[in-house]
């Protein structure tokens, strides 16, 4: 037994902790293994509020099945990020439960059969300069919606033809929206444009798409990187679920 559960199972008995303030310390370090390849923390969703997602890259199919049937036992929902098409076939094929896949965004959401959804709480907007990159962008819409938040999207937005960006940032200030997250590759200039004309973070998204010395992102994130614009906050790139989760707990907590 873990000796930090012995010892928070002997406060309790001897009356230096309550039942309630027990359940909360359990909540920070509960895992369970699965074979010898996987230590699940199966108390993220409990202790973070955002639902565990699992990388399919370099796993087996019979591997990503078990963990996320193990995953289904401790929670609602289980997103898979980076799911190959025969991975999502397997998946499909060998849970019960719903499964939900996006081919553009190779995001895998499971949710457990019987489980509502969560409640609906702040909104959040999802912007990508191109069409190329909206596949990063996916990633962050399936994290916000599996957090039970709104959200408003506009893709092909990009700076070579600003003109285009207007009416969706107009549409998600109607909408109330708590943040923006806005995927960009090439040079990466779309997020700082956005930060300058909105008063709500943004989280910027570098993608790796472009031509040449910098296209694998590393362009667009220098770019972001050495913005002036004051608001704008950047993840790693093409890393769309931690931009999807860090949008939502800021709309989450902005609308408690």
Do not use: W
Not at 55 to 77: C, D, M, S, Y
Not at 101 to 129: C, K, M, N, Y
Request: with cysteine; hydrophobic share 50%.
């Amino acid at each position: 037994m873990d000796p930090s559960l012995e010892e928070l199972l002997a406060d309790v008995a001897a009356g230096r902790s309550s039942a309630a303030d027990a359940a909360d310390r359990l909540r920070r370090f509960g895992y369970s293994a699965v074979g010898d390849y996987a230590r699940l923390d199966v108390s993220r969703a409990a202790r973070k509020g955002v639902p565990e997602v699992v990388f399919a890259e370099g796993k087996t199919n019979e591997q990503l099945l078990a963990i996320v049937v193990r995953f289904l036992e401790h929670g609602p929902v289980v997103l898979c990020s980076r799911v190959s098409p025969e991975q999502a076939e397997a998946l499909a094929g060998g849970v019960r439960d719903e499964v939900d896949h996006d081919e553009r965004s190779r995001v895998v959401v499971v949710r457990r059969a019987g489980s509502p959804p969560p409640q609906e709480r702040g909104a959040v907007g999802i912007l990508a300069a191109g069409t190329s990159d909206v596949a990063a962008a996916g990633e962050a819409v399936a994290m916000c919606r599996a957090m039970g938040v709104a959200v408003v999207t506009a893709y092909d937005v990009g700076v070579a033809g600003l003109h285009r960006l207007a009416a969706p940032l107009e549409e998600m200030r109607a909408a109330g929206v708590s943040a923006l997250v806005v995927a960009a590759g090439m040079e990466g200039a779309l997020p700082s444009v956005v930060a300058g004309l909105v008063d709500v973070p943004v989280i910027g998204l570098p993608t790796s798409t472009g031509y040449g010395f910098g296209g694998r992102g590393e362009a667009a994130l220098l770019g972001m990187l050495q913005s002036c614009s004051p608001g704008l906050a950047v993840v790693n790139i093409d890393n769309g679920i931690g931009a999807g989760a860090t949008a939502a707990l800021i709309a989450r907590r902005a609308s408690a």
